[in-house]
């Protein structure tokens, strides 16, 4: 028998010079002010530990528009924008072992070796080949198709019948409330809690809170819309800062202050607010992303013995938070206000954009 001939066809996804013509959709940053929704090249499989993910539904965080206003310079113009999402492996790289062509993923926010330093302790946010760098250093999940580096690691499977929108909030929101509020907050049965801006983060922290049954939850913010939805989260008490002075109702309300109070926006007047609002003993766990430097009251602090806490997400509490929402016991869905298909994005950005406007906490975009 002879050996059989292969015709050497030529692959039609390639040219000749090898590269893909294969295009795609996405969302690209295009320097300060600038984003758009235009045909680019589809991600192809670069490494051997990389997976190639279909998106099924993204969203937006307020990351997203920190890049978008300038405050980012270390994510350069070209880049896909986006971090989370949920989607369906469409090809591994050949050292894949956890996942497969078919399977529904959740995609987290950091990517993650699994070997190095940092993820030897679960702080994956520090990963020596990793950490956050989806649509901030590498093409992002705001398109048809994404690239995973270290997918094993990177990527979680989705169990069969589970709503996948609600998942969506496993990518960044609830690990980042859950770990940067709760778990560095120490939150307590018993506490009593304050939540300063109630976004979507602010939002997250008040869910997660409630697996460690704090005895009151404040929540604070200047829209009276998130605060009604706040109540409907299980916040005990809610003040409007713009009408009330939060500090003064928080120190008159409780003996001498909060057990733990969390940071949600980032900004310096709510950093001010927790470190008012703190008991002797207390937790303040900042979450904030901060453009620029608080006056810490150090001199008032250190003899309160007061724990300060701050940092970027781990994710590693993420396999327990997704049980938590596949059981029902949180229903982050319901911070789902508003949907739009992938082409209505940028329209999507600007609701985001103004969420008091537009009364909006997530949106979904659906590819
Ligand atoms: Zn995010
Ligand atoms: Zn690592």
Same mark, same amino acid.
């Given at each position: 028998m002879s050996t059989p001939v292969i015709p050497t066809k030529?692959?039609?996804?390639?040219?000749t010079s090898g590269e893909s013509t294969k295009t795609m959709k996405g969302l690209v940053?295009?320097?300060?002010g600038k984003i758009e929704w235009k045909e680019i090249a589809k991600p192809k499989i670069?490494?051997?530990?990389d997976a190639l993910v279909k998106i099924l539904k993204t969203t937006i965080c307020g990351t997203d528009l920190g890049i978008l206003h300038g405050k980012?310079?270390?994510?350069?113009?070209g880049t896909t924008l986006g971090h989370e999402g949920v989607g369906i492996v469409e090809e591994v790289g050949?050292?894949?072992?956890?996942f497969k062509k078919g399977d529904h993923v959740i995609i987290s926010c950091i990517t993650s070796d699994g070997t190095c330093e940092y993820c030897k302790k679960q702080m994956y946010a520090h990963c020596? +080949? &990793?950490?956050?760098?989806?649509?901030?250093?590498i093409n992002g999940t705001q398109a048809e198709y994404v690239r995973i580096p270290h997918a094993d690691n990177s990527m979680y499977p989705i169990p069969k019948g589970a709503d996948e929108e609600a998942l969506v909030?496993?990518?960044?929101i609830l690990p980042t409330g859950h770990e940067i509020g709760v778990l560095n907050g120490c939150v307590k049965p018993g506490d009593t809690i304050a939540i300063v801006g109630a976004g979507p983060i602010g939002m997250s922290v008040l869910l997660t809170s409630q697996f460690y049954s704090p005895s009151k939850i404040y929540v604070i913010d200047l829209d009276e819309n998130r605060l009604k939805m706040a109540k409907t989260f299980g916040a005990t008490d809610t003040i409007n800062s713009g009408t009330e002075d939060a500090v003064k109702k928080i120190l008159a309300e409780t003996? +001498? &202050?909060?057990d733990v109070a969390i940071e949600a926006v980032g900004a310096p007047a709510t950093f001010d607010i927790c470190q008012h609002i703190v008991k002797p003993g207390g937790h303040i766990a900042n979450i904030g992303v901060h453009g620029k430097s608080v006056d810490l009251q150090i001199q008032n602090l250190w003899i309160r013995n007061i724990t300060i806490t701050m940092g970027l997400v781990n994710t590693n509490t993420t396999p327990m938070l997704l049980k938590t929402v596949s059981s029902g016991k949180?229903?982050?869905?319901?911070?789902?206000t508003h949907h739009f298909k992938k082409d209505e994005i940028l329209r999507a950005y600007e609701v985001f954009g103004n969420p008091s406007k537009e009364n909006a906490m997530k949106v979904i975009i659906e590819f």
């Open positions: 030529k692959n039609p996804e390639t040219t940053y295009g320097g300060p670069e490494k051997s530990t980012t310079p270390t994510c350069v113009p050949a050292s894949v072992r956890n020596e +080949d &990793g950490g956050w760098i989806l649509g901030h250093l909030m496993l990518s960044d003996k +001498d &202050g909060v949180i229903e982050p869905k319901k911070l789902i």
